[in-house]
């Protein structure tokens, strides 16, 4: 009697476990607001929360989040830097707009990382001086969401 009952309650475990091992992997995805507390600003080291995040997987969504300029806030905005030496440049003459410089606000503006590629992300304000330094910038580079292992 005892032996059956623990022995089903190891049946009923195996199951659960199952269960979650075949649990769609767009619901493991996780919600990043970059910077955390510090949002998206000036003089925030971005390449080391980017270091204390990671890894990033496929999917997983990074939040900007900063106030529209007014006479007292500056303006920042989200480039994506379409090569590793325009990132390392601040170069942003082939950059591609991401957000704008009111997007981020509210509760901001969501970037879903959806291809497994190298991400250069950069603020684009004051002709690349935010990036250079400001220190708005980060790399990204997503792993395939079959390797998260939490
Ligand atoms: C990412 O999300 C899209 C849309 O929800 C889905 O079609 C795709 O299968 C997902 N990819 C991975 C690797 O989870
Ligand atoms: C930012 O963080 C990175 C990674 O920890 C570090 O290598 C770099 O020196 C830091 N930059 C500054 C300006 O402190
Ligand atoms: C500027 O924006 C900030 C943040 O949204 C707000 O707290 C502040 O009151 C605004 N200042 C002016 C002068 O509108
Ligand atoms: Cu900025």
């Not at 089903?8 to 649990?23: I, K, S």
């Not at 919600?31 to 507390?37: K, N, S, T």
Request: charged content about 20%; some cysteine; aromatic content about 12%.
């Amino acid at each position: 009697m005892e032996a059956r009952s623990s022995s089903a309650a190891l049946v009923a475990a195996a199951v659960v476990v199952a269960l979650l091992a075949l649990a769609p992997e767009a619901s493991r995805a996780e919600r990043f607001i970059v910077g955390d507390a510090a949002r998206w600003t000036w003089g925030y080291n971005y390449t080391d929360w980017v270091i204390k995040k990671g890894p990033f997987f496929q999917n997983d969504t990074l939040v900007f989040m900063y106030d529209p300029p007014n006479a007292t806030v500056h303006a920042h905005s989200v480039y994506m830097m379409r090569n590793a030496a325009d990132y390392q440049s601040c170069n942003l003459k082939a950059a591609k707009l991401v957000a704008g410089v009111t997007q981020g606000a509210g509760s901001g503006f969501e970037f879903v990382l959806r291809k497994r590629k190298p991400h250069y992300f950069v603020c684009g304000e004051r002709g690349g001086i935010h990036c250079t330094m400001g220190q708005m910038k980060f790399i990204v580079k997503p792993k395939s969401s079959a390797c998260r292992d939490d």
